[in-house]
């Protein structure tokens, strides 16, 4: 069965700072990996996905993630952190039919 | 604009009783999911569906029942035997097409409170 792992619950960064969320998964084939962003009592938003090709891939509002087979890993990665970036973010394992399969979040807050 | 709607946005209940959570979309989507989200435990899958007049158990559907009588309509009843039901609902939609990447397309949620 697929899973995600996310380690960190809670992330605080400073405004301008560099932000690394980490996220691991368990899939049995080569697998659609995504982010998504929360912002609080609203729907997910798609930031980015991988699903071949190059590893490193763009998103929007300046994210950007690399997957590593070996690491069975799918990081985020921003270098300059906006206050309008805090928000919980969610690691997703996919499948070609649609269902996926979510990690717990990790809710990023950005100190002033 | 396409997207998916979902209706309440916020619905208060007493305990015992059904409640019917709505989501509607108009992005032409064959499946169509039921997600439960509460604090720190992500997101869970009660239902979905692929095509119409046909659904499946995900992996807390005990509690809940769907049904799927149109490809636009995916309705979720929130029953009795649901044993802790207030939580955030999420619909999401899905084009089962050739080529998908396999990305969810969200509604903006619905918050049930059972008091």
């Known amino acids: 069965a697929q899973s995600v792992t996310q380690p960190d619950i809670h992330i605080t960064v400073s405004e301008g700072a560099s932000l690394e969320l980490r996220c691991n998964y368990s899939?049995?084939?080569?697998?659609?990996l995504f982010w998504y962003v929360q912002s609080p009592g609203q729907g997910l938003q798609l930031l980015l996905k991988y699903f071949s090709g190059d590893t490193l891939v763009q998103g929007i509002k300046g994210f950007e993630a690399e997957f590593k087979r070996s690491q069975s890993s799918f990081n985020l990665r921003k270098p300059s952190v906006h206050w309008s970036d805090a928000a919980e973010y969610f690691c997703a394992v996919g499948e070609p039919a649609g269902k996926s399969t979510f990690g717990d979040g990790t809710t990023l807050t950005v100190k002033p | 604009d396409g997207g998916i709607t979902q209706s309440p946005k916020y619905l208060f209940r007493k305990e015992g009783q059904n409640v019917t959570l709505s989501c509607e979309q108009n992005l032409n989507h064959d499946a169509m999911y039921w997600y439960r989200q509460d604090p720190g435990q992500g997101l869970r899958l009660i239902y979905y569906s692929q095509i119409v007049n046909d659904f499946q158990k995900g992996d807390i559907a005990e509690g809940y029942s769907v049904s799927r009588e149109k490809k636009e309509s995916f309705p979720l009843t929130v029953t009795s035997a649901q044993k802790n039901p207030t939580a955030f609902y999420l619909c999401a939609s899905f084009p089962w097409t050739s080529g998908n990447t396999g990305e969810l397309f969200f509604g903006e949620g619905s918050r049930l409170t059972v008091l």
């Open positions: 899939y049995g084939a080569t697998p659609y």
